[in-house]
């Protein structure tokens, strides 16, 4: 429905009709000039061959400091997407199952479903704050659990795990020896700290990318950080399939590390003044949601909707949302993306209010 939805409201915007696109997580905002100038110049400088499956020995160094482990546990991928997907390919292409909390972003359960693995969901709920509870997760686990995905903060309900459930959940997975995938996309930019999984002992993944940091959507650039076994696997994968992230994309993201704290300060300011300006719209209305404690989204829930109608009725007022359904059984539920300059995001918070009352 995620998908149908974005092709409906680009076949209306075809069509000549204005529609304010807060479906999809693709930021409005553009890349940092210093970025795109980095590539520019790596280009120039014949950054445009072949290379290492591995990434850049210079990026993969750097990001080791980052997060302080050593560079071989470093490799680099198109996006966190591709790490996502080809971890959970080597974990789960000789069967098993995932456990994964609910609601979840779209890819973990497509990718599973793809892979034929069993997909077992902890659901979580709006009214406890999105708490995961430890003992349904714990029940969930059995001897074909091949690993637990997590995503910290979540999409899209832009919520944290609280730190002492996350001990919780990494004290259950060593003591089981299951692993965990930590998607952490939005970490960097979070309005509040969150505990990472690197910061745990225990065998397990971190994977996270520049997409959202440095608003580099497009430019399909992320990293995995994790055993020395499991990263020669994954550049067995990329050597067979994309080879490697272009060396002068690579670049340009090593510029952006360089430049992080000055570029990422104003990302997160402006995702932050519309997470504001979102609540303030629409806590005058009955809809209920928690607020978001990173960007860059709001999940909000209206008793007796319809989500996938509303969402496709609402595109005719000029408006694109995703659905609940699309992150697991939220048909109650829509997902805002905070993603489109404030007077436009004002206008589709006001058609929203509007929608939800009649
Ligand atoms: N993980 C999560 C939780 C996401 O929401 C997204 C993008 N919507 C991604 C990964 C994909 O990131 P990338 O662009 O780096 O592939």
Redesign the pocket.
């Known amino acids: 429905m995620l998908y149908e939805i974005n092709e409906k409201a680009l076949k209306l915007e075809s069509q000549g009709k204005k529609i304010i696109k807060l479906n ?3 930021p409005d905002l553009a890349t940092p000039t210093e970025i795109i100038e980095a590539a520019y110049d790596a280009m120039k400088r014949g950054k445009t061959k072949y290379s290492s499956a591995y990434g850049e020995k210079s990026l993969r160094e750097k990001l080791s400091n980052v997060h302080n482990v050593y560079a071989d546990n470093v490799i680099i991928t ?7 997907f080809s971890t959970m390919y080597l974990l789960l292409k000789d069967g098993g199952n995932v456990v994964i909390p609910s609601p979840y ?1 779209t ?1 973990y359960g497509l990718i599973a479903k793809n892979l034929g693995a069993e997909i077992k969901l902890v659901k979580t709920e709006l009214d406890s704050n999105w708490k995961i509870d430890l003992e349904t997760l714990e029940s969930l686990i059995d001897r074909d659990t091949r690993m637990i995905i997590l ?1 910290n903060p ?2 899209p309900t832009s919520s944290i795990i609280d730190e002492k459930v996350l001990d919780g959940i990494v004290r259950i997975a060593n003591d089981k020896g299951i692993t965990i995938l930590s ?1 952490e ?2 970490a960097d930019i979070s309005f509040v700290k969150t505990k990472r999984i690197l910061e745990y002992g225990g065998d397990h993944i971190l ?6 940091t440095f608003t580099m ?1 497009g430019w ?3 990293y995995v950080i994790a055993n020395t076994g499991l990263v020669e696997k994954l550049a067995k994968l990329n050597q067979i399939t994309l080879t490697n992230v272009p060396v002068f994309i690579q670049e340009a993201a090593l510029k952006a590390l360089e430049l992080q704290s000055e570029l990422t300060g104003e990302i997160k300011r402006e995702y932050y003044e519309r997470a504001k300006l979102a609540c303030d719209i629409l806590s005058k209305t009955s809809l209920k949601f928690s607020r978001p404690s990173a960007p860059f989204y709001i999940f909000p829930k209206c008793r007796g909707l319809d989500s996938e109608k509303f969402a496709l009725s609402l595109l005719d007022d000029g408006v694109a949302v995703a659905p609940g359904t699309s992150f697991g059984d939220y048909r109650e539920h829509f997902r805002i993306s905070l993603t489109a300059p404030r007077n436009d995001l004002k206008k589709a918070l006001n058609k929203i209010c509007e929608a939800t009352l009649e």
Request: aromatic residues 14%; hydrophobic residues 40%; proline residues 0%.
């Open positions: 999809i997580g693709d198109l996006g966190a997407k591709w790490g996502v972003w890819a995503n979540r999409n998607d996309v939005y994977v996270t990318g520049f997409s959202k959507t399909r650039i992320g």
